[in-house]
């Protein structure tokens, strides 16, 4: 709110939401930004969360204030034509695509471990079945557990270009060494209840609308949980970009990198819900080096038969 009187004190003063969201877009919406109530610098990349969250706020409050009488000129111009939709681009920003980072197999488990210790299971629920069945952090917002005890997940992404509905997909547990079946308790913790999402997960879940703007607020809600939580402080210094969805990150690298019997790319694509040529983007660079340190040992190993 202070940001949003900040605007309306700007001369000339902005005449409609589109104005106002363009003025505020100019003094917020840059690589860094003097916050006076936070005492500091803030970062709103291009394309990142703090821009999209900035402007869902201040749609949100023009919104409510048109319901209170205000003009209807106040409301930001809604993206259901070519037009409108490339200004809000243009607003927001596209983001440069970071490299994929994971959360591998021994640094997982210590976090589970951790959760464990101070008392944090309905965290650690959370950040198990992300993990361990590599989901999407949204996706706990549409898991069922049918025939027993095998998971399925609903469809949380609005694809434009999708022909049809793809309905529930299996997930399968890609357990840790260390911790085997741990996929199938968790499963049991969460359909009996006995252990329960965090409220403000939960809470997130409720209000999701069934848009992928809804089942946004999940992950924000994850994210959160976990920016508090002293242990994952640590491993962000420790792993550079590491963010929540470095969990889900994590079963591609385990299933490519951390067995001597890795999984064939389309297994492991079916498994994360998405196409092969989703899944070589992102995780291209590890099935290569996988591929090359086999051949190599191959090789060796024929040299020594040879000799």
Do not use: C
Not at 189 to 202: D, E, H, S, W
């Amino acid at each position: 709110m202070d940001r949003v009187l900040d605007i309306f004190k700007l001369k000339p003063r902005p005449i409609n939401g589109k104005v106002f969201m363009e003025r505020f877009a100019e003094k917020y919406f840059t690589e860094t930004y003097t916050d006076k109530t936070r005492k500091g610098k803030l970062r709103l990349p291009a394309g990142g969360q703090g821009r999209k969250r900035n402007y869902m706020d201040v749609s949100a409050f023009f919104k409510f204030a048109v319901s209170k009488g205000a003009p209807p000129r106040w409301l930001l111009p809604e993206p259901v034509n070519p037009d409108n939709k490339q200004w809000k681009k243009n607003l927001l920003g596209i983001t440069t695509k970071s490299k994929t980072v994971p959360l591998k197999g021994e640094e997982f488990e210590e976090l589970l471990e951790m959760l464990d210790n101070t008392g944090n299971q309905e965290l650690r629920l959370a950040v198990g079945l992300i993990g361990i069945f590599g989901l999407r952090p949204a996706e706990l917002g549409v898991l069922e557990v049918r025939d027993g005890n095998k998971l399925y997940v609903g469809e949380v992404k609005n694809n434009p270009n999708k022909t049809k509905e793809t309905g529930y997909q299996r997930a399968i547990a890609l357990d840790l060494p260390s911790l085997p079946n741990k996929g199938e308790r968790l499963l049991e913790l969460y359909k009996t209840g006995k252990v329960k999402l965090p409220f403000a997960i939960r809470q997130a879940i409720n209000k999701s609308d069934g848009s992928t703007q809804g089942y946004a607020r999940i992950g924000q809600a994850l994210r959160q949980l976990l920016d508090r939580h002293w242990y994952w402080k640590r491993l962000k210094k420790k792993i550079k970009g590491l963010v929540p969805y470095s969990l889900r990150h994590g079963y591609a690298w385990r299933s490519h990198m951390e067995s001597d019997s890795p999984q064939s790319i389309r297994a492991t694509a079916k498994l994360m819900r998405h196409e092969t040529t989703t899944h070589t983007t992102h995780y291209g660079s590890w099935i290569d080096e996988s591929e090359l340190e086999e051949s190599v040992a191959k090789f060796i190993q024929g040299q020594k038969a040879a000799a």
